[in-house]
Structures are given as structure tokens and as C-alpha cells.
């Protein structure tokens, strides 16, 4: 029996062209494509002529699908993991998988690519040999906690929002670290790829309410640098 496989693949974050050979050869070769949203994957699939058996696999159905998953693998099938943009398993659904997987002594592997966080921070122009990674931040409970931690942490700091929440963090930030310098990414690598730089009133003050669409990288300096 053939032995099975775990492949833990990277996709374009927007631009179709930013995946690489090697997640193609994967995605080609494997029997099962476990996705967060199939109709998401498919368009890829689609793009790259590829057909395969997909599974939905997010952040509801996880716990209750790994069983089957796992067996399935164990039968010798090559299973690819895939979110619906980036790198799997940050701020994605997966880790349980993965963690059920090497319990059982499954082969896993990474291929890498695409991830928004990375890149934002290649590309601000700011310090980031040291960084702080915090995902999405708690809508509600837990949040002003959290903003607060935040105005002291003295590295570089990355996450995301959502299109809904994108002016509220602003408004935020202004009142719990007004004079950080913050740069706000919109839609990388997309056909409008947008970037906002300065505090985080200066933000505010440029950015129109009415027509902010699409996803949101944020990046805030360490706490003592200031821009030259």
C-alpha cells in the first residue's frame, strides 16, 4: 500500500500568478483537496485546469472531519491542505488536523507561498528583524485588553481586520497610541491594492469610510521608532 501523505500548501493571497510550481505539482498529484470554501478552491483549480475531489474543511466542521480525514490518508491517499487565501493554519483552519495527524505518524509537508502578514511587513519599510504576529484581534471581549497590550509592546506588530472593523480599529488606535506611526495595507496583491501611512488620526483623516472594501493587513512600528 502506497504511502499516504499530509501536504500543507500556500495560494495566492488575490494575484492568480503568486503560486508556485511546486504547489501545482502537488495540488495535481493528490487524491483529496481539503478546503475551506470549495466554490473558493475551485476557482484556482479551474484557473489551473486541476480536478480534484475536494473537501470542505473550516472552522465549524474541523473537530467532527479529521477522523475521516486522518483514515483516509492511512489508506495511502495524498491529502492537500489549502485555505482560501495565504498559508494554511494562520488564522486559518487546519491545526487541528495537523495536530491529529503527527499523533498518528502521518508524513506532512509544507509548500510554501503566499502569506498577506509577510508580506506587509517586506514591504513597510519599517524594522521587522523582530515582530509580534496577533492575528485577528477579539471583536468584543478581550479587545480593549488587547489594544492596550499593544501600545506597549515594543517590536513591530502585524495582524488583520475586517472591512467592518477597519475605521473602529483606527478610531482606537488613535486613542490608545495616537503618535504611533501605522501603515494599513488594502487588498494585496490585488488589482486595487491600496496603503495608508501615518498616525493613526492622520489615517483617518484620508481614508473615505463610503468606499473601503476588501481585506486588511495592519502594521504598527515599535513603539519607540520613529520615521526618518
Not at 486595487?192 to 501611512?197: I, L, P, Q
Request: charged residues 30%; aromatic residues 6%; neutral net charge.
Amino acid at each position: 500500500m502506497a504511502e499516504g501523505i499530509l501536504s500543507v500548501v500556500a495560494t495566492p493571497i488575490g494575484n492568480m500568478g503568486d503560486i508556485t510550481q511546486r504547489a501545482l505539482e502537488t495540488l495535481n498529484s493528490s487524491d483529496l483537496i481539503l478546503c475551506e470554501d470549495t466554490r473558493v478552491t475551485k476557482v484556482l483549480l479551474d484557473r489551473y485546469n486541476i480536478k480534484k475531489q475536494m473537501i470542505s474543511l473550516n472552522a465549524q466542521s474541523e473537530g467532527r472531519k479529521v477522523e475521516h480525514i486522518i483514515s483516509e490518508i492511512k489508506t495511502g491517499k495524498r491529502c492537500a491542505l489549502v485555505s482560501d487565501a495565504g498559508t494554511p493554519c494562520i488564522s486559518d483552519p487546519g491545526t487541528i488536523l495537523i495536530s491529529e495527524a503527527r499523533k498518528a505518524e502521518i508524513q506532512i509537508e509544507g509548500i510554501p507561498g503566499a502569506n498577506a502578514a509577510i508580506l506587509a511587513l517586506s514591504i513597510s519599510g519599517i524594522p521587522v528583524d523582530s515582530f509580534v504576529f496577533d492575528g485577528f484581534l477579539p471583536q468584543k471581549k478581550g479587545r480593549q485588553k488587547k489594544l492596550k497590550q499593544l501600545a506597549e509592546e515594543e517590536r513591530t506588530v502585524v495582524f488583520y481586520e475586517s472591512v467592518y472593523r477597519i475605521v473602529k480599529l483606527l478610531e482606537e488606535l488613535k486613542e490608545y497610541m495616537p503618535e504611533r506611526y501605522i501603515l494599513v495595507f488594502r487588498e494585496l496583491t490585488k488589482k486595487f491594492e491600496e496603503v495608508w501611512r501615518g498616525t493613526p488620526e492622520e489615517i483617518l483623516e484620508t481614508i473615505d469610510e463610503k468606499k473601503i472594501k476588501g481585506e486588511f493587513v495592519v502594521v504598527l512600528s515599535p513603539l519607540k521608532w520613529k520615521i526618518k
